[in-house]
Nanobody
């Protein structure tokens, strides 16, 4: 069973940057695809970015395209989310996801393993 631990969240002003990290331990049954999700207060969890096995495929939600970059370092079993030009709408709890099952990557039900989440707060 894979376990995920996120780090790097915090509070920034609009226009600022943060980099999130997610360290994975164990072997996921669903391959090496991993993703970042976020959940604003009183809203559903939504997909932010996907990085497929290796870096063969990278996808972003339209709301973050051009501002966020997902990457991975397989030697460290770590994925990253570089977030630039942060806006107040980006404020949310951010989660790392692994062990992909069936379904679209940006649906929370597609993933079986989650990190504990980390808060990102952007103020104006």
């Amino acid at each position: 069973q894979v376990q995920l631990v996120e780090s790097g969240g915090g509070s920034v002003q609009e226009g600022g940057s943060l980099r999130l990290s997610c360290v994975a331990s164990g072997s996921p049954r669903g391959g090496n695809d991993m993703a970042w999700f976020r959940q604003p207060p009183r809203k559903e969890r939504e997909g932010v970015a996907l990085i497929a096995n290796g870096t063969s495929r990278i996808l972003y939600a339209s709301a973050v395209q051009g501002r966020f970059t997902i990457s991975r370092d397989d030697a460290k079993n770590t994925i990253y989310l570089q977030m630039n030009n942060l806006q107040t709408d980006d404020s949310a709890m951010y989660y790392c996801a692994a062990d992909r099952y069936l379904g679209s990557w940006d649906r929370a039900t597609t993933w079986r393993v989650w990190g504990q989440g980390i808060q990102v707060t952007v103020s104006s």
